[in-house]
């Protein structure tokens, strides 16, 4: 993999400046709409508090160089069950860095670390529900001596008046995601709503993946 570098903060940060008016972040239309699916949390979910834990996590504030890997840009929706967005709502998202390693202490993976990788990130959601992030598309590894984990990126989403979700994106067009454990252990007719398509736009891999949360009643 090689570093990302010679791409100013500021143009990633407003990468996606444009894409509101494009099918990559189109509104989603308000009707009922199918929950997301949970997904397991990991052991890798943060311990400790970070300084820096903003929606970009390609550059860790205080550091000149970049993430290494493939920036992308994921971004979405929070909805309820009938379609309506979700205001105020915080997304987490966490993740392994370009060589498959998480920045935990608990990760063990032989594969190295990146210390310009942020690692975690943490936004509300705007009026209209939505969130974004730039970070760098994980890497697979290992979970298990016969098991690969396709690359994937966990989510939390949560919102008083809503269930919690704990869940995680996956990446079309992996071949280690048809025998992944955990995607499988979604229902098959869900599985569909974890799986995003990235689409480039202005050079850089932008996804859509929108969350719906049940209200609790």
């Known amino acids: ?4 570098t010679k791409i100013s903060r500021r143009s990633i940060l407003t990468a996606g400046a444009g894409v509101a008016a494009s099918a990559i972040c189109a509104t989603v239309l308000a009707g009922p709409k199918a929950l ?3 997904n397991p949390e990991g052991p890798f979910y943060p311990k400790h508090e970070q300084l820096d834990k ?9 550091h000149i160089e970049r993430a290494q890997g493939q920036v992308i840009r994921v971004n979405g929706q929070v909805l309820d069950d009938q379609g309506q967005p979700i ?3 915080l997304v987490d998202i966490w993740q392994a860095n370009s060589h498959g390693r998480y920045h935990h202490e608990d990760d063990r993976s032989p594969a190295p670390e990146d210390p310009n990788f942020q690692g975690w ?11 974004a992030f730039t970070t760098i598309k994980p890497r697979a590894y290992k979970a298990e001596e016969d ?10 989403v949560s919102r008083r008046g809503y269930h919690e979700i704990i869940t995680q994106m996956y990446f ?3 071949a280690l995601n048809e025998a992944d454990k955990l995607l499988n252990s979604v229902a098959e007719d869900e599985r569909h709503l974890l799986v ?3 689409q480039e736009l202005d050079g850089i891999p932008h996804g859509r993946f929108p969350i719906v949360l049940a209200r609790v009643t």
């Open 36 to 38: 997301t699916p949970a």
């Open 54 to 62: 903003d929606t970009d996590l390609t550059l860790i504030e205080g």
């Open 172 to 174: 079309a067009g992996e």
């Open 196 to 198: 995003v398509d990235f």
């Open 87 to 89: 205001e105020g709502a």
């Open 1 to 4: 993999m090689k570093k990302t």
């Open 121 to 131: 990130g943490m936004v509300k959601t705007d009026a209209d529900g939505r969130y």
């Open 147 to 156: 098991w690969t984990r396709p690359p994937h990126i966990h989510y939390k």
